[in-house]
T-cell receptor
Framework: DTAVSQTPKYLVTQMGNDKSIKCEQN?????MYWYKQDSKKFLKIMFS???????INETVPNRFSPKSPDKAHLNLHINSLELGDSAVYFCASSQVVGFGGYTFGSGTRLTVV | DQQVKQNSPSLSVQEGRISILNCDYTNSMFDYFLWYKKYPAEGPTFLIS?????DKNEDGRFTVFLNKSAKHLSLHIVPSQPGDSAVYFCAASGMEYGNKLVFGAGTILRVKS
């Protein structure tokens, strides 16, 4: 009964490939996010969806495309993977945009070789 | 451009003593602050928050202090326990900042028994 679940937990892939990371939350939250934790350990927001509508889109290469089929799911598709995309990607959800405690998934460690 | 700074990468404390984790921010539009705790291979978990209308918020062993004039907040853990050993992230948000959570780089806390 994991609140925010991400799959896969680990992903190793070659440069140039296209990959997807899936996220699902069973908390009934209206807002979902994708964060990237880079090599310097900063957690940086990439995207946010509220009730399937994109509300935050940071300066992220357009190779990254989020998709929210419903408010319980937010998937992240990455085209033409590059070495610099290697990072840990966290999905999160919250009831109110930005405020209160986000609930994070356990992360997906992406390694591009 | 780090808007939320945690200048101590790590902190080591004896069990039973006080742990003080510090955080500074630069953006005066931030008006809501949070602390998250993260264990290895897990996502961050919400710990405690404080609104800018307060200068202190307490929850059990955890107290957050906010000094708006200095743009500084701190998390106090008393008494520290070995299970508190984790990475602690400071985060800031605000309605005029689009309600995005901006994270610091984290501080590794080690509580020695």
């Amino acid at each position: 009964d994991t609140a925010v679940s991400q799959t896969p937990k680990y992903l190793v892939t070659q440069m140039g490939n296209d990959k997807s990371i899936k996220c699902e939350q069973n908390l009934g939250h209206d807002t979902m996010y994708w964060y990237k934790q880079d090599s310097k350990k900063f957690l940086k927001i990439m995207f946010s969806y509220n009730n399937k509508e994109l509300i935050i889109n940071e300066t992220v290469p357009n190779r990254f495309s989020p998709k929210s089929p419903d408010k319980a799911h937010l998937n992240l598709h990455i085209n033409s993977l590059e070495l610099g995309d290697s990072a840990v990607y966290f999905c999160a959800s919250s009831q109110v945009v930005g405020f209160g405690g986000y609930t994070f998934g356990s992360g997906t460690r992406l390694t591009v070789v | 451009d780090q808007q939320v700074k945690q200048n101590s990468p790590s902190l080591s404390v004896q069990e039973g003593r006080i742990s003080i984790l510090n955080c500074d921010y630069t953006n005066s539009m931030f008006d809501y602050f949070l602390w998250y705790k993260k264990y290895p291979a897990e996502g961050p978990t919400f710990l405690i928050s404080i609104s800018s209308i307060k200068d202190k918020n307490e929850d059990g062993r955890f107290t957050v202090f906010l000094n708006k004039s200095a743009k500084h907040l701190s998390l106090h853990i008393v008494p520290s326990q070995p299970g508190d050993s984790a990475v602690y992230f400071c985060a800031a948000s605000g309605m005029e900042y689009g309600n995005k959570l901006v994270f610091g780089a984290g501080t590794i806390l080690r509580v020695k028994s």
